[in-house]
């Protein structure tokens, strides 16, 4: 059987696992505005709850931390490394981004490297990985992930879709609860890295990961930015998500800095960095900079095909700085630098 | 109910994040307000509102009236130059100068009622939904002829508060459809159809779909690159059997009027689209000042939007 869409997500992984404690209170009309959350211990005392016909409900629900996230937890106790890669802007690269990362760590075939792709309403993950049209395959121990090669494996909502071009039009809730099931059912095993790819913004989806993923410990979270003002004024709101939420921030990655034209490799500047661009925007916040990436439009199309940029194009400009940032990123996570690409 | 007095409301949408939804957005209002509408901006991404930044009123704050929010004004209706003399008008120097004219234009945004602009607004679903009925049932538009809404990717909270509240308040000859905003890589096209589907399922008109950053023209050697590939804008709206608005290229000039306000030049012999830029003269070093409105025409980018809003404006009135 592959997990489907349509509730209920499956359950029967391991019983040993799953008690009837864990359900979630199930209402019966949609949370009002102000809703302290059916799990928090506010629930059904807040102000906002006077008047809500959840209110029953949600008071006569048990308290407490969520008890699905001990089990995440031991599901998670065999991968070394998680990772975030957050931008408050859409389309800055975070997908690109994160592909690149995880076959970079790939690269290495001492590394076993995952992706779970939190963008529950437009998964890029799979396509740009050439996996799109996989389906999840379940076994005794859970839902298995979609392998690309020996050494990495990729989780995304766009595997359960019936259709490709489905639309998943879904609110807040129902994508919480799909993160916890790729967190929770899915048999990640022995890891080195797990990247975690998230939407843009700062709502649902990155409390969730955030939530419960915080017991398990995650190394931190990568940033990624254009250039331009519009896209790091977006970027700060992310940094002051991090910080309230108390995410660790590796870095800050400027990706599509400059493009250099084909015809006579004259460096143009396409998204401006008036304001000074990542590279300022890291030292005012008081975060690492990890590097600037420049645009290259072969990354686009080795994306579209599902191909690695790596293999395909090692003597890109673009490749080397992506390298150095790599590099980089594994320094911030304390992991030796030989171990991080395989190279000597 | 504030959107009694709003003759068309058309949303813009994408799945994919960063396509140009609010750039297109932006210069959808300054084309419509160039061609005399009066023209109201919605900025319904809550947690990334750029609106704001767009038009250049980051620090303008949303005045409080009885009953809901005033927003905020870009510019006001102005009447072209010939007309205003033949009407005897006369007016202060700054406005006399004015080659044409244009509607007014208003936006509102989550930007506008930070405290900080880099605060961020971490909200689940039901904070969000609650603010997209506030912000469609209380701000003051006055009388309007476009209201453009700017949405945040994806096909969640925000979107289905929209297009519900929509359904409620609105009358269906105030709805228009939706503008369809994507880039040519299929990886955004493969986001964009799931957007698409998504109009299908909740019944929303499409007007038609622009493909944003087709192309990127050197400014060294007017050499045009397809930094994001071409086309898939084109053959997804025929798959998909809606109408396509056309190709918009990126066009460093318009960025660097969105981020510096300065009016775009050209360098000499710069061919875009077909047709050649005017190098005007204003040069470096000559003051710069006019609306943001006025310095839009200089840029190449305003005969594609012209077109592209006369197609929409016909497709929307009849």
Known sequence: MAPSLEEPLLQSVDSALTSATQKAPSLVAPEPEHCPGPESQQAGKGDACAGCPNQAICASAPKGPDPDIPIITRRLAGIKHKLLVLSGKGGVGKSTFTTMLAHAFASNPANVVGIMDTDICGPSIPKMMGVDDETIHVSSTGWEPVWVSENLGVMSVQFMLPNRDDAVIWRGPKKNGLIKQFLKDVEWGEMDYLVVDTPPGTSDEHLSVNSYLKESGVDGAVLITTPQEVSLLDVRKEIDFCRKAGIRILGLVENMSGFVCPKCTHTSEIFRATTGGGRRLAKEMGISFLGAVPLDSRIGMACDYGESFFDNFPDSPTCAALKEVVRNVGKEMGVKPEDVLGEA | ?318
Not at chain 2, 7 to 15: F, R
Not at chain 2, 172 to 200: H, L
Not at chain 2, 203 to 212: M, P, T
Not at chain 2, 277 to 295: R, S
Request: aromatic letters at 6%.
């Open chain 2, 1 to 318: 109910m504030s959107l009694n007095d709003i003759k068309h409301i058309a949303l813009v949408l994408s799945g994919k994040g960063g396509v140009g939804k609010s750039s297109v957005t932006t210069q959808l209002a300054l084309t419509l307000s160039l061609q005399g509408y009066s023209v109201g901006v919605l900025d319904v991404d809550l947690t990334g509102p750029s609106i704001p930044r767009f038009f250049g009123i980051e620090n303008a704050k949303v005045r409080q009236a009885p009953g809901g929010w005033i927003p905020v004004p870009v510019h006001d209706a102005q009447k072209p130059r010939d007309e205003q003399s033949a009407n005897g008008h006369t007016t202060g120097d700054g406005e006399a100068s004015q080659p044409i004219g244009h509607g007014s234009l208003h936006c509102m945004s989550l930007g506008f009622l930070l405290a900080n602009r880099g605060d961020a607004v971490v909200w689940r679903g039901p904070k969000k939904t609650a603010m997209v009925r506030q912000f469609l049932s209380d701000v003051h538009w006055g009388s309007l002829d476009y209201l453009l809404i700017d949405t945040p990717p994806g096909t969640s909270d925000e979107h289905i508060s929209l297009v519900e509240t929509l359904l409620k308040e609105a009358t269906p000859e105030q709805q228009a459809g939706a503008v369809i905003v994507t880039t040519p890589q299929a990886i955004s096209i493969s986001d964009v159809k799931k957007e698409i589907n998504f109009c299908r399922k909740t019944g929303v008109k499409i007007l038609g779909v622009v493909e944003n950053m087709a192309g990127f023209v050197c400014p060294n050697c007017s050499e045009c690159t397809n930094v994001f590939s071409k086309g898939g804008g084109e053959v997804m709206a025929k798959e998909f059997e809606v109408p396509f608005l056309g190709s918009v290229p990126i066009d460093p000039m318009f960025i660097r009027l969105i981020e510096e306000g300065k009016r775009p030049v050209y360098p000499e012999g710069t061919v875009i689209d077909g047709q050649t830029m005017e190098t005007n003269g204003h040069a470096d070093g000559v003051e710069d000042v006019g609306l943001l409105v006025e310095k839009y025409t200089s840029c190449s980018l305003y005969p594609i939007f012209d077109g592209m809003v006369k197609q929409l404006v016909g497709a929307i009135e009849t």
